[in-house]
Each structure stands twice: as structure tokens, then as C-alpha cells.
């Protein structure tokens, strides 16, 4: 069972928006400790699509944005595009293990 | 270019001890806030965070995992290496090494699938 809770499957169609949650406790999320977003295309690795609760990489499309409140943090996509269906994760550090966390991950499909 | 790359053994046996290399170009060990992280996934589950070290040789763990893992770097060689005692049929996975700064991992190995089986 992951520290940070993601829900494990999202869907949506073409040119729609969608949001995948990742629910924290006050040791992580809630202790303001930053969280980065990853996305991981079958069969390659996770690449890093937010960082720093809102900011994207050099070459991560606008349609992907970050968001953090509380104990909690979201990743939306708009425009949704077949390309984008892949397992997204959320990290973040938690200090009650002084250790680096990963959400459980979320399958987004496009419809 | 950043760049990363695990090597060590494709297979090991139940008890025996894993030990993987990370080896990366484009950035320096010895530059302050940066870090080297080793991240696990079995097949068809969920990333697992396992260790990270930091600049100034400070270490994390996991701490599901916080006894059988080991992280040291040799900054003049550029690489980090992650030992993993005990290993377990549980323990199949891929595991990745990923250049860290701000506690967020914007590169990545592209992973080495370690299978344990006797």
C-alpha cells in the first residue's frame, strides 16, 4: 500500500480534460514537501512531467499542469490525445521516513 | 547531455547479494542539491522509491528496505552503486537509477530488469 494514494485507472476521450488526484498525509504532501508528476509510456521509463507541485520541463506540452492543496496534489491534462495514454505517478518525500514516496500510479486510457 | 546507465547481473539467486552500478555523464556528484536515486518497479506493478544519495554523501532508504540496502558513490568515477542483500524472488524487478535535484528525478537509466530465480 502506497504512502500516497493515487486512484488506479482514469479515462477520457479525445480533446477532453482529465485529472488524476494523489492524496498525502501531513508527513508528505501536507508538510509541504514538494511533488513531481511522471509519466511512463509502456515498455520506457518514467519521465518527469511536473515538478515542484506546478512547473514542467523544458518540452512538456502547457496541456499538462500541476496543482497542490493541503494534503493533496493533481496532475490535469487538457486536449487529451491518444499519446498521452500511459501510467502517470505522483513522488514526493515523506519525514516521518525520511525517505523519497511514489503513488500506487494511475492508467490513463484514452477513449 | 545528462545521461544514466545501470549495469550489474540479469539474474541472481535467492540469498545471494545484488549489486548494481549506475554510471552518468553530464553532471558532477559534488554539485551542491544534486542527487542520485535508485527507483524500482516489478513487472506490471508500480514505481518503488529504494535509496538516494546526495552531494554531501548524505543517504536515505527506504525504510521497508532500510536493511538490506546500501548506496555509496565514487565521485571521480561518476558512478553510484546500490547493493541489495538477501535477495528474493519478490525482489524481480527493473530497477532504474535517475539524477535527482529538488527531489524530483528529471532523468532516468533506462533500467536493468534484475531476475531472481534458483
Known amino acids: 500500500q502506497s504512502v500516497l494514494t493515487q486512484p488506479p485507472s482514469v479515462s477520457g476521450a479525445p480533446g477532453q480534460r482529465v485529472t488524476i488526484s494523489c492524496t498525502g498525509s501531513?508527513?508528505?504532501?501536507?508538510?509541504?514537501?514538494?511533488v513531481h508528476w511522471y509519466q511512463q509510456l509502456p515498455g520506457t521509463a518514467p519521465k518527469l512531467l511536473i515538478y515542484?507541485?506546478?512547473n514542467r520541463p523544458s518540452g512538456v506540452p502547457d496541456r499538462f499542469s500541476g496543482s497542490k492543496s493541503g494534503t493533496s496534489a493533481s496532475l490535469a491534462i487538457t486536449g487529451l490525445q491518444a499519446e498521452d495514454e500511459a501510467d502517470y505517478y505522483c513522488q514526493s518525500y515523506d519525514s516521518l521516513s525520511a525517505s523519497g514516496v511514489f503513488g500506487g500510479g494511475t492508467k490513463l486510457t484514452v477513449l | 547531455q545528462i545521461t544514466l546507465k545501470e549495469s550489474g547481473p540479469t539474474q541472481v539467486k535467492p540469498t545471494q547479494t545484488l549489486t548494481l552500478t549506475c554510471i552518468f555523464s553530464g553532471f558532477s556528484l559534488s554539485t551542491n542539491e544534486v542527487g542520485v536515486g535508485w527507483i524500482r518497479q516489478p513487472p506490471g506493478k508500480a514505481l518503488e522509491w529504494l535509496a538516494l544519495?546526495?552531494?554531501?554523501?548524505?543517504?536515505r532508504y527506504s525504510p521497508s528496505l532500510k536493511s538490506r540496502l546500501t548506496i555509496t558513490k565514487d565521485t571521480s568515477k561518476n558512478q553510484v552503486v546500490l547493493t541489495v542483500t538477501n535477495m528474493d524472488p519478490m525482489d524481480t524487478a527493473t530497477y532504474y537509477c535517475?539524477?535527482?535535484?529538488?527531489?524530483?528525478?528529471?532523468?532516468w537509466g533506462q533500467g536493468t530488469l534484475v531476475t531472481v530465480s534458483s
Open positions: 501531513r508527513s508528505n504532501i501536507g508538510a509541504g514537501y514538494n
Open positions: 515542484a507541485n506546478t
Open positions: 544519495i546526495y552531494w554531501d554523501d548524505d543517504k
Open positions: 535517475a539524477h535527482s535535484t529538488l527531489g524530483g528525478y528529471n532523468h
